[in-house]
């Protein structure tokens, strides 16, 4: 069983920065499949960002190029750049137990395990 805590959400005003955090635990960045999730207000989930276990890394064509998704030997982040009012959501870390390197991936079924995460708000 894993267990995975978000952090690092917030209000901002559009334009602004945030970086998020996933820590699974028990964690090993080398066995288990990553990604980010939004769901906003009225809105289905939607994949942000997802990385596999070689670093290799997949983005939503919305956040591309202002969402960086990145991990090390402690956690899982989501550094989010220019952000927009349509940002705003719950974001949630997923996780999946893989073996070799399978590419990332952002499908909501793919994954296993789901933190119960962090709510972030952009302003306008």
């Known amino acids: 069983q894993v267990q995975l805590v978000e952090s690092g959400g917030g209000s901002v005003q559009a334009g602004g920065s945030l970086r998020l955090s996933c820590a699974a635990s028990?964690?090993?960045?080398?066995?288990?499949?990553m990604a980010w999730f939004r769901q906003g207000p009225g809105k289905e989930r939607e994949g942000v960002a997802g990385?596999?276990?070689?670093?290799s890394t997949t983005y939503a064509d919305s956040v591309k190029g202002r969402f960086t998704i990145s991990r090390d030997t402690a956690k899982m982040y989501l550094q989010m750049n220019s952000l927009k009012p349509e940002d705003t959501a719950m974001y949630y870390c997923?996780?999946?137990?893989?073996?070799?390197?399978?590419?990332?991936?952002?499908?909501?079924?793919?994954?296993?395990?789901w933190g119960q995460g962090t709510q972030v708000t952009v302003s306008s």
């Open positions: 990385i596999n276990t070689f670093g």
């Open positions: 028990p964690y090993s960045y080398s066995v288990y499949s």
């Open positions: 997923a996780a999946r137990r893989v073996s070799g390197y399978p590419p990332p991936s952002t499908d909501p079924q793919f994954f296993d395990y």
